[in-house]
């Protein structure tokens, strides 16, 4: 799981990046996991991502389905 950096840690422009991805993927409805393994699959388009979990959560569906999907 990806953990919240530490006030004044620097971090590399690829944490910056996951960790900015981890953040959308979990307000868009993922789970903590879910969102820290789709942040760190940079396969996995982020827009795709958060499309499909919003479609899945409309339909009352798990959004781990949205998960199993994309990985």
């Known amino acids: ?3 919240a950096p530490e006030e004044g840690q620097q971090l590399s422009e690829a944490e ?20 820290a393994r789709l942040a760190l699959a ?6 795709d991502a958060v499309d499909l979990v919003t479609n899945v959560l409309k339909r009352g569906k798990d959004p781990e389905l949205a998960e199993r999907i994309l990985l």
């Open 1 to 3: 799981m990806l953990h």
């Open 16 to 35: 910056k990046a996951a960790w900015w991805r981890y953040t959308t993927l979990v307000d868009a409805g993922y789970s903590e996991p879910s969102a």
């Open 42 to 47: 940079r396969y996995v388009d982020l827009h």
